[in-house]
């Protein structure tokens, strides 16, 4: 999709993989992934959870579904599988093993020709700048290609149509990121040499935003920046973590939009009271400009908007530690055997 | 139960709370609590998943339950609610809106006279060693009840009868607990001077037993000893955490049973290659002598054993903190205001 066009209908190879599903509706979806492809899932669950009488559904990382077998995996289920690369082993295993259970199966990939879309019954392909060199629209982004994907089951399985309004949200989104990433651009030069110092730097969130949290803390701080974190959750945080609270303690906070939000607003009270608020990144959905994102999908596109406004900060955080982002591994594509 | 008693019949309130369903079933199942208590949960939803055809499930902490008001939660529903004290506000809140929507409820307690109890159309209590100030027999702990009350839904819901293995293994249980107490003594005293050390120390798992890694990261090294955590859990580690593993990194690890067990032997391997033995503390399941627990029974009752086995850990690092345990704390129960 160009940058200057509005989205009017679903992507074909998300049309033509939900098709099917029709003549007879699954009960139970799966979403299945593994790190950063896993973390997206969880605004997918959240509305799912909210918008679908009909679809129970679990999100689990790849190779725990394999070995949990749930009972519910079977012909009433629809496994939707997510991994960038297309190559991940567990996810392959995952989507074998939920053909062989008589599941439906979808894989999300960046790569059409990849092992994960050839394995999968369908495929629906979405798009990361990093591979692209170039800007992408956030609309085909992972996050936004999941939205389509499961706002078009809800269509078929339940008879509710919100695809109509998350395409005009879809449309409306990369500007809104754009004008992001300008409203923080500030408050992340003012952060950046604090929290970079930090051995320990937590993330928090609640709802939607979770997964975007869960995401920063594991792939971000932990495998790119060698800084210890816990996705922490804004309610689970009273009832233990909130002891590490110190002037010193460092933290992200996501403060999402919708339902969820009050639960975040709680924890940042906490946070601000206890802690000092030169260790406290807080990023308010609430401050942002939304124009033309339905309110309804304001909560669920959120942490899409926060987690790439992020990358910006990270890179900051990169650059004074004199880490190399994207290639300051330990591990992770320098060795094969484990 | 007295301890030389074995278990053959079901506590007389998980029968009576339950008896009500058979006429009409539900489908879906609602595990909701916080902390701790929602840490006992995760055993629970494995079950279900491996055990259970007809029930779908969801694990969710109370608020962010309330908050979510998941489309499914309705008359067809059976949220299942746990708090100690029976006095969480989130829990009691949650309990009264799934009461709201129509939907069945089940709240566990140690209390039978706490609001918790009242709140929810049936009660069922269990016991844990810190109030009764004597030993109790780990059956009827959170975990065992929980195990009860999910082995009775799936014999009335599935037809199928687990109750019996149950039953037979929860009167093993506390025997190999003793038993697993002196195989970890020494292994404990050799590790807590080192592990007391560090500003971090991750803990590990999969499976069942994650919800056991994640209470011990919250609520146990964060809450009670102010020592940064995160359940790691171990394919997950793979995909992001696993690049802060050096010869410093702390990580307790839960090997546990079953087939989520492979998961856990290859995140062991990984830490045995890249990080330093002496700042592993493996807790493997596999050296324990479990007889009289049913195999089948055996992956769900590891995370019991283990985690209780850990509080003499626990209050070895607290010792050498000079940290009280149960008492040092800052916010939790020191302050009502948040």
Redesign the interface.
């Known amino acids: 999709m160009s940058r200057d066009e509005m989205k009017t209908a679903l992507n074909a190879d998300i049309s033509a993989a939900l098709a099917p599903l029709a003549r007879r509706p699954p009960s139970?979806v799966f979403l299945i992934a593994?790190?950063?492809s896993?973390s997206v899932m969880h605004a997918g669950k959240?509305f799912l959870?909210?918008?679908?009488?009909r679809l129970?559904s679990?999100l689990l990382?790849?190779?725990?579904f394999v070995?949990?077998?749930?009972?519910?995996l079977g012909p009433d289920a629809l496994v939707i599988l997510c991994s960038q690369t297309g190559m991940t082993p567990?996810t392959l295993r995952a989507a074998a093993h939920a053909r062989s259970r008589g599941a439906r199966t979808i894989g999300m990939t960046l790569d059409p020709g990849s092992p994960l879309a050839k394995s999968a019954e369908a495929a629906v392909s979405y798009q990361a700048s990093y591979t692209t060199g170039a800007p992408i629209d956030s609309a085909d982004s992972n996050y936004g290609v999941l939205l389509m994907l499961l706002a078009e089951l809800v269509r078929i399985v339940d008879g509710e149509d919100h695809v109509p309004a998350l395409l005009q949200s879809l449309g409306a989104l990369q500007p809104a990121i754009d004008r992001a990433h300008l409203h923080f651009a500030p408050v992340f030069a003012d952060f950046a040499p604090r929290l970079a110092r930090k051995?320990?730097v937590y993330t928090m969130a609640?709802?939607p935003c979770y997964g975007a949290a869960y995401s920063f803390?594991?792939?971000v701080l932990?495998?790119?920046l060698?800084?210890?974190?816990?996705?922490v959750?804004a309610?689970?945080f009273?009832?233990?973590?909130?002891?590490?609270?110190?002037r010193d303690a460092a933290f992200i906070q996501f403060v999402g939009l919708g339902?969820?939000r009050?639960?975040d607003e709680?924890a940042r009270?906490?946070l601000e009271?206890?802690g000092a608020s030169e260790n406290l990144l807080v990023l308010d959905a609430g401050e942002l400009d939304l124009c033309g994102i339905d309110e309804g999908f304001q909560p669920y596109l959120t942490p899409l908007i926060l987690f790439d406004v992020l990358w910006k900060f990270a890179y900051r955080l990169a650059a004074l530690r004199g880490h190399v982002m994207l290639d300051g591994?330990?591990?992770?594509k320098k060795l094969t055997d484990?």
């Open positions: 139970h593994c790190g950063g896993l959240y959870d909210r918008r679908s009488a129970a679990d990382n790849a190779d725990e070995c949990r077998d749930p009972l519910k567990e051995s320990v609640s709802g803390a594991i792939c932990m495998e790119m060698w800084i210890g974190s816990q996705a959750h309610d689970e009273f009832h233990g973590s909130f002891e590490v609270v110190d339902e969820t009050r639960l709680r009270a906490f009271r206890f591994r330990r591990y992770m484990y």
